[in-house]
Each structure stands twice: as structure tokens, then as C-alpha cells.
């Protein structure tokens, strides 16, 4: 494998093409089953005598393991064959999801929760370095668009087929099915990814950047921020929505089967809209630190305006539009977020740096449950929840714009790389 620290500017064959949907299904199956849980919380919390702050716990748990596991995973995904990591994280997270639907009380729970971490830590070095290697600069931004897409469309799927699960069959058949369905994903991945050159090719030891080289570069501390704050946006959404959309604004379970999806939808739409125009943008010209930075800077910025007035309005018609435009604007930046670690980083890095980020990204996970739970026990209402989320937001939009520099390869000075065969 070539040592640059930029893939390649080629065609990307439809085979490729094939394996980066089927990345994208992998995602959405992984928000799907780390998000049932916010679907199923109320029923679960009645039937276990839970309380809000035991929800949130529940709610966090997954992220202790899957930020603390985010630098194992990526030096295992840059050192090995990304291939069998992938699947064999896939292959844990699914079977912890289906445990969850026979677990007796709140340890299990919390122990399988801290399972599915553990597999879940894989999914998004596994992506980073497999598209900084086979994609080129110009066609990143839609490649993580789409891996985005289905990052924001498996909460919505959740939302629709966990809730009308729920309401027929109860939440333990939830777990179960999704869990046992999600196994099926990895006939396809043995099938055709192993016909990938810019995979295969992957199956080398690499000795090169590590991971304080990395935490040196001031860029890297910038995105670090940057996707702690915005990802305790994302986390918010994720896992108190549905509970927002039951406690607050009074809909039914139906009901927020129904609809509650909407939001991630529009995040999904913003995601294709956002990698598709910054892509077309650098393709006219454009360089890629003015077009990242545009989409994520006022994606972030953008986000918070119009989400804060989501929470006090009080119709529930105009509160959930806002909501839904907040999320559109948020896919603008979303989409372009991993793209701006992939060229910084390089092929030779990307599972490191994307380690390590998604490591400080996911620490919101564990806090923005907690958090919004004693918000909530506290002062009885979303409002000042809410209100945290924006602060948060900007924080994101300014650490991309004034730390994060030029959006182009760093450079590893003394730090060798070496390739050898398997």
C-alpha cells in the first residue's frame, strides 16, 4: 500500500460503490440497536421499577466502553485486517442486543449496554480508514454523507419498528428481534468485501503515526472539541427524544412511533445535501478548507437558532418543524465532519485519529444522558436542557473554525511508516 498520506485520485468501481452501502446499512443497524433503548425506556423503567436517573445510567452506559474503546479499536483497525475487526465487533454488538431482550434487572442491563460499547467501538474507524483509502478528496464529502445518512436513518427506522414492536408485542421482543436480525448483515460483508483491493490491501502492519503524534497536532485537538460538542447534541437527541416527545409534549407511544422519526430523517437529508454540495464545490474550484469549514461551522451555528425556539414554543405542530429544521442544518455539517479528519490524517492514520476523536466525541454520550436526566429531575421541564445543547453547538462551530487550520494533509515529520504482509 502506498505510504502517501492522500488516497489516490481514481475511479472508484461499483464494487466499491457496493461496499460503502453496505458500511452504511452497518451503521444504521449500529444506531438502531444503541438507540432502541431510548424507544423502549418508559415501558422498561415501568416494568423494572426504573427511575429517571437509573434511565440515564442505562443511557450512558453504552458510551463508557465505546469512547474508552475507541483507541483500541482504531490501532487495531490500522495495524490489522479491517475486514475481520469490523466483523467481529458487528457480530458482539449484535448478539449483545439480543441478550438485552432476556435481561432479569438494571445489572444486566447495565453489563450488556457496556457489551454493546465494546462491539460498537469498531464501526466508525472501520469507515474512516476504509473510505480515506479508496476515496478521493472530491468524493469523500458524499461518501460520508451516505455513511451519515445512515447513521441518522437507523434511529428513525428504530423509532418506527422498535415503537410499533413495542405497542404490539412489548419491549423484550424489541431487543430480540432487531438483535437476532442484525446478525444476517455479515453474509453479504464476507461475500463482497474481501474482493476490494483498497481493503484487502489493507491487511498490513503499519508502524507509523502514533497516537501522541497525533494528540501534537493542534488541528487534532480541534476536532476533538468539535465533536464533543456536537455530539452532545446528536446524544441528546438520540436517547431523550422520544422521552421529550412522551413527558413534555404529551404524545402517545403511537404517536411518537409515527413521527418522532421525522428529525432524523431531516438529518439524513441534510447529510446527502451537505456531501454532495461541498463536494461539487471543491470539484469547481473551491479549496476543501473553505468548503468543509462552511458546512460545519454553519451547520452548528445554524442548528442552535433554530433549536432553541423548538423548546418553548407551544404549539406542538411549529415545535416539531423547528425541530425538524435544526436537524437538516445539523446534516450539513455531519456530512462533512469525518471528511475533515480523513484529510488531515491520511489513509496511513485515519483509524487512529478517528480513534481518538471518536473517543473525546463519545464522552458527550456518557454525559448528555446523565445530564439531561437530573436537568429534568431537577427543574421538571426540557427548557434549560435545550439551552445546554446550543451552548455546546457553538462551542463545536468555534473550535472547527479558529483551532482546526488548513484542511489538508498533516505532516508526520519523523514518524515512520512501514507496510509488511501479513
Request: charged share 10%; glycine share 10%.
Amino acid at each position: 500500500m502506498a505510504t502517501s498520506t492522500a488516497a489516490p485520485a481514481r475511479v472508484v468501481s461499483r464494487l466499491e460503490w457496493f461496499v460503502l452501502i453496505l458500511l452504511v446499512f452497518s451503521v444504521a443497524i449500529n444506531y438502531v440497536d444503541r438507540g432502541i433503548l431510548s424507544v423502549t425506556g418508559v415501558a422498561l423503567s415501568q416494568e423494572l421499577s426504573l427511575k429517571p436517573h437509573q434511565l440515564g445510567f442505562l443511557l450512558s452506559a453504552f458510551f463508557w466502553t465505546y469512547a474508552g474503546f475507541q483507541l483500541i479499536s482504531g490501532w487495531l483497525i490500522d495495524r490489522y485486517n479491517v475486514l475481520l475487526v469490523f466483523a467481529a465487533g458487528f457480530a458482539i454488538w449484535s448478539t449483545a442486543t439480543a441478550l438485552t431482550g432476556v435481561a432479569k434487572g438494571f445489572a444486566a442491563l447495565f453489563v450488556l449496554r457496556l457489551l454493546l460499547g465494546i462491539g460498537e467501538s469498531v464501526a466508525y474507524p472501520s469507515c474512516s480508514k476504509i473510505i480515506a483509502a479508496g476515496f478521493p478528496e472530491r468524493q469523500r464529502g458524499v461518501a460520508n454523507g451516505l455513511i451519515d445518512v445512515g447513521c441518522k436513518l437507523g434511529p428513525a427506522a428504530g423509532m418506527i419498528v422498535g415503537g410499533l414492536i413495542l405497542v404490539r408485542y412489548g419491549w423484550r421482543m424489541v431487543f430480540l428481534s432487531i438483535g437476532i436480525a442484525s446478525l444476517l448483515w455479515l453474509i453479504p460483508w464476507f461475500i463482497a468485501a474481501p474482493k476490494i483491493g483498497s481493503i484487502t490491501s489493507m491487511r498490513a502492519r503499519y508502524k507509523g503515526p502514533g497516537f501522541l503524534d497525533i494528540l501534537a497536532k493542534k488541528d487534532a485537538w480541534g476536532t476533538l472539541l468539535g465533536l464533543f460538542c456536537s455530539n452532545y447534541a446528536w446524544y441528546f437527541m438520540l436517547t431523550w427524544l422520544p422521552q421529550y416527545l412522551l413527558m413534555e409534549r404529551h404524545y402517545s407511544t403511537r404517536m411518537m412511533a409515527l413521527t418522532g422519526w421525522l428529525p432524523f430523517c431531516a438529518t439524513a437529508a441534510g447529510a446527502t445535501v451537505g456531501g454532495f454540495l461541498s463536494d461539487a464545490w471543491i470539484r469547481r474550484g473551491a479549496s476543501p478548507t473553505l468548503a468543509r469549514k462552511t458546512f460545519v461551522v454553519g451547520g452548528m451555528t445554524g442548528c442552535a437558532v433554530f433549536l432553541l425556539p423548538a423548546a418553548v414554543v407551544g404549539d406542538q405542530l411549529a415545535a416539531m418543524s423547528l425541530l425538524i429544521l435544526a436537524a437538516f442544518i445539523y446534516g450539513l455539517y455531519s456530512s462533512n465532519l469525518w471528511t475533515i479528519t480523513q484529510t488531515l490524517a491520511g489513509a496511513v492514520a485515519a483509524g487512529k485519529w478517528t480513534g481518538i476523536q471518536n473517543c473525546a466525541g463519545n464522552l458527550a454520550g456518557i454525559a448528555a444522558p446523565v445530564v439531561t436526566g437530573f436537568i429534568v429531575e431537577r427543574t421538571g421541564s426540557f427548557y434549560f436542557a435545550f439551552v445546554w445543547v446550543c451552548v455546546n453547538l457553538v462551542i463545536s462551530a468555534a473550535s472547527y473554525l479558529f483551532i482546526v487550520g488548513r484542511v489538508e494533509p498533516v505532516s508526520w515529520g519523523r514518524a515512520r511508516v512501514r507496510a509488511a504482509s501479513l
